[in-house]
């Protein structure tokens, strides 16, 4: 499948939080790893300090099978950022620049709506230095809680929240619905 993705002219990015995988991925071409882990995964700053590929760190509380089990703060947004802060400075002693990062809270990732809504409120506050901040609420259960829709009917909630998270801030937005939210981009 990558193969063939970097066929394209496009940016291909992979999600991965495992070294291995993305060793492979950036060797094959892959232009961004989006890491759920943050980077904090053995290894995986030293498989992306021997490339050029750009690393999305994510935030994530606790583990893909449990994050969402009892997530709990005493203040999400210095947490989150405090996190986020923590692995640049990590990427940047591993010799990753600055010029290769972007920063995502992770909304979803181990949050209640409650501290998803704090996050995209505040999300100016989540900056670290002048990084890029990327935000992905495209049909995420959040959008579900606020809207009542199913998965499959999100999209106008979806464009919506991209749109409210340009507005706060965010440099790059992760979406399903490419088109509708370009036009509404667009319009703003």
Same mark, same amino acid.
């Given at each position: %499948? ?6 394209? =002219?496009?940016?291909?990015?992979? =999600?991965?939080?495992? !070294?291995?995988?993305?060793?492979? +991925? ?8 989006? =890491? ?5 995964? &053995? ?7 021997? @490339?050029?590929?750009?690393? @999305? #760190? ?5 583990? &893909? ?5 009892? !997530? ?15 692995? %640049?400075? +990590? @990427?940047?002693? +591993? ?6 990062? #972007?920063?995502? &809270? $992770? ?5 209640? #709506? ?13 900056? /670290?230095?002048?990084? &890029?901040?990327? /935000? ?9 809680? %606020? ?9 106008? $909630?979806?464009?919506?929240? +991209? ?9 790059? /937005?992760?979406?399903? =619905? %490419? ?7 667009? @319009?703003?």
């Amino acid at each position: %499948v990558l193969e063939r993705l970097l066929e394209l =002219d496009t940016i291909v990015s992979l =999600d991965t939080r495992k !070294p291995a995988v993305a060793a492979r +991925a950036v060797a094959m071409g892959v232009h961004m790893v989006n =890491d759920i882990a943050g980077g904090r995964a &053995p290894g995986m700053l030293e498989v992306l300090a021997e @490339c050029d590929a750009a690393l @999305c #760190l994510m935030h994530m509380q606790g583990e &893909p099978r449990t994050m969402q089990a009892a !997530p709990r703060y005493h203040d999400v947004v210095a947490e989150v950022q405090g996190f986020l802060a923590g692995q %640049v400075a +990590a @990427c940047r002693g +591993a010799g990753i620049g600055d010029q290769r990062l #972007l920063v995502d &809270p $992770g909304f979803g990732f181990g949050k209640t #709506l409650e501290h998803n809504l704090t996050l995209l409120r505040e999300l100016a506050a989540l900056r /670290v230095d002048d990084l &890029p901040l990327l /935000v992905g609420l495209s049909r995420k259960g959040m959008i579900g809680a %606020v809207t009542g829709r199913e998965l499959g009917r999100r999209s106008a $909630g979806s464009v919506a929240g +991209a749109l409210l998270a340009v507005q706060r801030g965010a440099n790059v /937005v992760r979406v399903h =619905d %490419v088109a509708e939210t370009a036009d509404a981009l667009e @319009c703003w």
